[in-house]
Each structure stands twice: as C-alpha cells, then as structure tokens.
C-alpha cells in the first residue's frame, strides 16, 4: 500500500477520553475511533490487525476439525425466553420489535440457536461428534463501557460450540478446544495465564478463562508463590486458617456508639480492631432480603453468595429496604433478632464475644456469641485477599491483573435440555446432547497485544499481527534514485504476495520514522542519502537494532522476514 493516495493519520498528543495505553496508542496510530461510549469505529490500519487475528483464530479451528458458519444477530426475543435466560440476561440484551411488534434482540451469545442448528442433524448416536464456530458481532448493554475495547456494548467474538454424545466426548471435544486456544494465544503472542473460573450466566460444569496479564485487567488473577495453582479471583476458595476462641462466653451488652456506622468509625470509637467485629451485609437477591454475616475485615464475594443462593441478581440494599428490615439506618445492622435469612462466612463460626450492629440507630451489642443467632447456612462467603493461604500447597497467593481474552465451558446437558436436542442411542433411547462453549474476544485480543507491546514511541506488533510486516520509507521524495529503488523493492514485494507498506509521502523523515514507529510497524528499511552509495538502512522496531543493507541484498533480507 502507498501512503500517498490511503486514507491514513496518526495523532501526536493522546486522546483525553480513552482510559488505557492500549487504547489511546491505537487512537493515537488511527486504529480506532470512539463514535459513542462503548462503541468504536476501526478503521483501515485496525481493521488489518483485527483481519490477521482473526486469521490466526481461524486457522486454529479450522486445523483443530472445527466448521464455520455464521448466524443471525437479529433473534427473535422467545429463543432467550425458552432457554431461561431472558430474565437472566435482563438489561443486558438490547431489545426491539419490527413493525408487526414481535420482539426481537441483539444476539448478546447464541447457545441457544446453535442446539437448534445441532438438531438438524443431531437424531443419531452415529451423527457425533462435531464442532461448530462463527466469527461475528455481538450485542450487550453494558452499565459501565470502559478500558477502550476491553469492555464495549458491541465486539466481534469467535464463538464455537462442541456436540457429543456423552461427557467422556465432551471432555475430548473441550481438550481439543483447549490446545487450539493455547496455539492461538501462543501465535498472538501474548503473556496470558488459564484460570479456574465461575460459569455465571452460561452455567455448565466447568470454565477456564485464557487472562492476558494487563495493568489495566478488570479481573484479579490469584497465583502461588510456590505451586502452579491459578484461579479467578471471584471464585478462589478462602482457607479456613482461624482456630476457636478459647475465651469464655460474656454477656450480651447493648452499647451507644453515636454516627459510629462503619467498621472503622465503630473500631476507632471502641478502639477495636476491625476483625474483632462482625458486619452484616443485607442484600436484595431476586426480589428477596437476606443477610450476609462475616468478619469485619472481609468483604463478601457476591459470585459466592449468588451461588449459595442460586440468585440471578444480587445487590446491595438500598437504604430504604435497610431500614424496612432493621429499623435502623445503614451501617448498624446486626444478626440478633433480625427476621430475615442469615448466611454466614465459616470463619465467624470461630470467633466470640464479638460486636454487632444492634440493629437500631446508633447502637452495637458487644459480647456476641452464636448463640444469639441461628444462621440459615454457613459457607465460604468472602473474598480472597493476596497473602492468603493456596487452597492446593498451602504458600501464599498472589495477585495480578488480567484482560479475559477467552473462555471455555463445559456446558453439559443445560442447553440440550432446554432446547429438546436429543438423540438416539445404540439402544434406541432418547439421550440429551453434551455441549462445550469456547469463545475469543477479538478487539479484545487486539487491545491485550497493544497493552502487552509498546513503548515510548508506540505500538510495537508482532510479524504476524501488523498492519504491515514492513514499511519502505523514502526520505526525500525528491530524490528520484530514493525513489526509484524503493518502488523497485516495493513492486518486488508485492510480486511476492508481500504485505509492506510504502511511505512515499511528501513529509519530513523524522514524521515518517515517528508514524512507523506510532503504528508498530515490526521492520522498516529506509532509502536515504545511502542509496547514492548503494546501500538502504534496515530498523527492527522492537529492539531498534539498526543496519545497512546493501541495495541488491533487500530482495534476500525480504524473503528472510516472511519466511520465504
């Protein structure tokens, strides 16, 4: 491609409403453009990254027996309603009619419309197994878009879903998942660690998520300083370390604590530690009040108590339903006396004489024991700290950031069931299908590359995920035997099938060298004052080792960067 006539430009200063690295350099090289929160535009120079990992991702399932196809994002609304998760989905899915008032969605996942598609040819134990994916956009609501492509409201996904006829298939289908996904992710290049992980809405058996390390990660990878344990923060198991208090059991006493509602404002006022109190957490879980109880210097882990509960949402309280069910304001509920479901962290089970909120403005009871209160359950219910114990050596665990780049599920029997795709077995009875979910986020690939591959001057992309593999820039476009060898090296290459860029503008060098550098560019061979002593100068940008080639050598040095 000549630079010349291409719609092309980069920008020197960074763009004030992108919150990443990655994002502002891939503004910043005319990558992408925010047309709306959550919404991008990505233009030529992106949308060839994006083509070339889609590539990669391709080529992996294709090479693993994985079929493309492609579906519908337009749904109509009653496929979500017959699997169940309509509700689940709720806000989340963008909704709509057509001029007849059927309801229809943005497809936010299509589970559902791929066991229909399996139950075409699903009705024998003979028609197993088999594997079907797509490359294609999908839709969600998000409440909070942010970090550029790494949380938007539409995105380009690789979805692929696996068919068996029992679950010693699912587990082969879902092993052959897992190594093209760690073929992918090697070929991208990119530092990512493979993490136990909650089902959440997909529900399932089992999920694995494929973290790319990031500063920026909105998910909290839990590792081990000695073993190889990994685990995803929301559902690492807390240790049970504490041993029972030996103390003898007080009495219960009601003390004044004024505008004393939070664990340190009640720990100063007493002068307290805040793990010698206990707080109780009231939640809206579908409709439904309940109480959380655990250690005053633990934060509750809602997956956990989503899963204890079985709620398809849980939230906090709001003030007005605190005070409904305590008759206090926020910040002094407690579990003596309170009318509504207790579940308490197994931890709290080893503590006494310990302080509560009295559920009453301005008080806390002191000298608390379990026998003030029956809990519904008790379960692990908070969240892990980094330090904690490893729940598989028993060293300390440790924390790093993590961009989710893709997933897989061992989805089971859910959707088969859900969606009545069954087949007949050798004894001629029904059986449901066992499926596997396995999904990429593409533009979040691209976005955990560009995080993980930068520098001060800018992007720096692998060979295979570059724009263009290499740029030949002219520093003097009047100079006609600069301009005479580059195109004759350029017409070589794209003799060759060789994807390299011409920068063949009217600019000055050092605009030139700074937009190869800013768009990451992995080899650069410029044509300057050299040329008249028949040499070209050659740049690797990742390690900006430079060298002078001589002018009939470019052919060779080509050759050698593609492969050939």
Not at 125 to 142: A, G, M, S, V
Not at 465 to 486: G, H, N, T, Y
Not at 497 to 522: C, H, N, Q, T, W
Not at 544 to 550: R, T
Request: hydrophobic share 35%; net charge negative; aromatic share 10%.
């Amino acid at each position: 491609m000549k630079l010349s006539n291409s719609y092309f430009f980069t920008l020197r200063e960074n763009v004030k409403d992108e919150d990443s690295v990655s994002s502002n350099l891939l503004a910043r090289a005319g990558m992408i453009k925010k047309l709306s929160n959550g919404i991008y535009i990505i233009l030529p120079m992106g949308k060839r990254v994006l083509a070339k990992i889609e590539n990669v991702v391709r080529e992996e399932m294709d090479s693993h027996g994985a079929q493309e196809l492609l579906m519908p994002a337009l749904i109509p609304e009653d496929v979500y309603v017959s699997s169940g998760r309509r509700e689940a989905f709720g806000a989340n899915m963008f909704a709509l009619k057509d001029r007849y008032d059927k309801k229809y969605v943005l497809g936010p996942t299509h589970e559902e419309l791929f066991a229909m598609c399996a139950a075409m040819d699903g009705k024998s134990w003979k028609d197993f197994p088999y594997n079907l994916y797509q490359i294609q956009t999908k839709y969600r609501d998000e409440t909070r878009p942010r970090y550029g492509l790494i949380r938007v409201r539409e995105f380009i996904m690789k979805d692929a879903y696996s068919f068996d006829k029992d679950l010693e298939g699912l587990d082969v289908s879902y092993a052959n998942m897992y190594d093209a996904y760690c073929k992918i992710f090697d070929r991208l290049d990119l530092n990512y660690k493979i993490v136990k992980a909650d089902t959440g809405l997909m529900g399932g058996l089992l999920s694995e998520e494929y973290q790319a390390i990031s500063s920026i990660g909105e998910d909290i990878v839990v590792g081990c300083e000695s073993c190889d344990f990994s685990s995803n923060e929301e559902i690492t198991e807390v240790i049970d370390t504490m041993e029972d208090d030996p103390a003898e059991e007080l009495e219960m006493e009601k003390i004044y604590t004024p505008n004393a509602g939070t664990i340190e404002e009640v720990s100063t006022f007493l002068g307290k530690r805040p793990e010698d109190f206990i707080k109780t957490l009231i939640y809206n879980a579908d409709g439904n009040l309940v109480a959380f109880v655990l250690p005053g210097d633990r934060e509750l882990n809602e997956t956990k108590a989503g899963k204890l509960l079985g709620a398809i949402e849980l939230n906090l309280a709001t003030p007005e339903e605190v005070k409904a069910a305590t008759g206090a304001r926020i910040g002094f509920a407690g579990p003596v006396g309170l009318n509504l479901p207790i579940y308490m962290d197994r931890q709290v089970a080893h503590y006494k004489n310990f302080i509560v909120g009295a559920n009453e403005d301005d008080y806390h009871f002191k000298n608390v024991n379990l026998s003030q209160f029956t809990p519904t359950a008790v379960a692990d219910l908070t969240q892990v700290r980094e330090g904690d114990l490893c729940p598989k050596c028993g060293h300390k665990l440790t924390f790093e950031h993590g961009i989710e780049v893709g997933n897989l599920f061992k989805l089971g029997e859910k959707y088969s069931k859900a969606m009545d795709l069954y087949y007949s077995d050798q004894n001629n009875q029904l059986r449901p299908v066992w499926m596997g979910s396995y999904g990429i986020g593409l533009e979040r690939c691209m976005a955990a590359v560009a995080d993980q591959h930068n520098d001060e001057y800018g992007l720096i992309w692998p060979d295979e995920l570059a724009p263009f593999r290499v740029a030949l820039v002219i520093v003097s476009m009047k100079d006609e035997e600069q301009k005479a060898q580059a195109l004759k090296l350029y017409d070589y290459a794209r003799s060759k099938g060789y994807d390299v860029l011409l920068d063949d503008r009217s600019e000055r060098a050092g605009v030139k060298f700074k937009d190869m550098e800013l768009i990451g560019i992995p080899h650069r061979i410029t044509f300057g004052k050299g040329v008249k002593d028949g040499k070209a100068e050659y740049v690797i940008r990742k390690t900006g080792e430079k060298s002078e080639v001589e002018l009939d050598q470019l052919e060779a040095l080509l050759d050698s960067i593609y492969g050939a």
